[in-house]
């Protein structure tokens, strides 16, 4: 699939990704947890460079309760900078982004998320998830493209809840992207379980206390699992195959996992890789 002709995708990776395909000439962005000015310099790296008009609704900031929102423009620069604070309801930061759609064609305004992983950290995987839902709901067929960065500071669990509102999920780990690649050609029974059970799987080896487990000891520290111990082992080999974890290999009994060796990042990375891989089908 290619990615320019998607209206809405995810973009997975730290930092994310969002500047990277370039925008139209006018964006609205909203900030959870960026800089503006750190925000601005991110475009320097595009072909296009920064679009003409930009409007920066800014919800990273801390604003005392009651204060009204503040914008700030710079128009030598084409910004219009409005602080609204990050304890704003919802829907008024939707309100804020569609205020800069007035006047404006359909189909001409780009909107960018730097980070739905920081809504997430705050409020909670549901609060993030409705987040990028109902922003989707309210700006399909009105923008041009809506970008949503998602950074590895999220949860597996928004990761996998949120790609499938996607148009497209893009990962930019190309080592990842081809190991998953791999062992979908090579063990697709692997890659299956690999690919519906990668989040419990996570969520197992962060909270087994044990350094090297067996698969039924990782499961026994689940609650209320999707998984038995048997499919969990095989998501948990899938893993070790993809560079996420590794086995303690002085014993000739069940495979025991060296979770000392735990790459939570690299399963992060696979997971995104997933995500990916779904929504080009």
């Given at each position: 699939?290619?990615?320019?002709?998607?209206?809405?995708?995810?973009?997975?990776?730290d930092?994310?990704?969002?500047?990277?395909?370039?925008?139209?000439?006018?964006?609205?962005?909203?900030?959870?947890?960026?800089?503006?000015?750190?925000?601005r310099n991110?475009?320097?790296?595009?072909?296009?460079?920064?679009?003409?008009?930009?409007?920066?609704?800014?919800?990273?900031?801390?604003?005392?309760?009651?204060?009204?929102?503040?914008?700030?423009?710079?128009?030598?620069?084409?910004?219009?900078?409005?602080v609204?604070g990050?304890?704003?309801e919802?829907?008024?930061?939707?309100?804020a982004?569609?205020?800069?759609?007035?006047?404006?064609?359909?189909?001409?305004?780009?909107?960018?998320?730097?980070?739905?992983?920081?809504?997430?950290?705050r409020?909670?995987?549901?609060?993030a998830?409705?987040?990028?839902?109902?922003?989707?709901?309210?700006?399909?067929?009105r923008?041009?493209r809506?970008?949503?960065g998602?950074?590895?500071?999220?949860?597996?669990?928004?990761?996998s809840?949120?790609?499938g509102?996607?148009?497209?999920?893009r990962?930019?780990?190309?080592?990842?992207?081809?190991?998953?690649?791999?062992?979908?050609g090579?063990d697709?029974?692997?890659?299956?379980?690999?690919?519906r059970?990668?989040?419990?799987a996570?969520?197992g080896?962060e909270?087994?206390?044990?350094?090297?487990?067996?698969?039924?000891?990782?499961?026994?520290?689940?609650?209320?699992?999707?998984?038995?111990?048997?499919?969990?082992?095989?998501?948990?080999?899938?893993?070790?195959?993809l560079?996420?974890?590794?086995?303690?290999?002085?014993?000739?009994?069940?495979?025991r996992?060296?979770?000392?060796a735990?790459?939570?990042?690299?399963?992060?990375?696979?997971?995104?890789?997933?995500e990916?891989?779904?929504?080009?089908?």
């Amino acid at each position: 699939m290619d990615g320019s002709n998607n209206t809405v995708r995810l973009c997975c990776g730290d930092p994310p990704p969002v500047h990277d395909e370039g925008s139209s000439d006018r964006v609205v962005s909203v900030l959870f947890g960026t800089d503006v000015e750190a925000w601005r310099n991110g475009w320097n790296r595009t072909p296009g460079g920064p679009p003409s008009r930009e409007a920066v609704v800014d919800v990273n900031d801390i604003v005392r309760s009651g204060a009204a929102a503040s914008t700030q423009v710079m128009p030598n620069s084409g910004v219009a900078h409005m602080v609204i604070g990050r304890d704003t309801e919802r829907e008024r930061v939707f309100d804020a982004v569609a205020d800069h759609f007035d006047g404006a064609p359909s189909g001409t305004v780009d909107v960018f998320v730097d980070d739905l992983a920081q809504v997430a950290v705050r409020n909670g995987v549901d609060s993030a998830v409705t987040f990028a839902e109902r922003l989707i709901e309210r700006f399909r067929g009105r923008a041009s493209r809506i970008r949503i960065g998602c950074s590895i500071e999220g949860p597996a669990e928004l990761l996998s809840r949120v790609g499938g509102s996607m148009d497209a999920v893009r990962a930019v780990d190309p080592d990842t992207m081809a190991a998953v690649e791999r062992l979908s050609g090579d063990d697709p029974t692997t890659f299956g379980y690999v690919r519906r059970h990668w989040v419990e799987a996570k969520r197992g080896i962060e909270t087994c206390d044990r350094n090297y487990p067996q698969s039924k000891q990782v499961h026994a520290a689940l609650t209320e699992p999707e998984t038995t111990p048997r499919t969990l082992g095989a998501t948990l080999s899938g893993l070790v195959t993809l560079g996420a974890l590794e086995t303690w290999g002085d014993t000739v009994g069940p495979t025991r996992y060296d979770l000392t060796a735990y790459r939570p990042e690299r399963t992060w990375a696979v997971g995104a890789a997933l995500e990916a891989g779904v929504s080009e089908e």
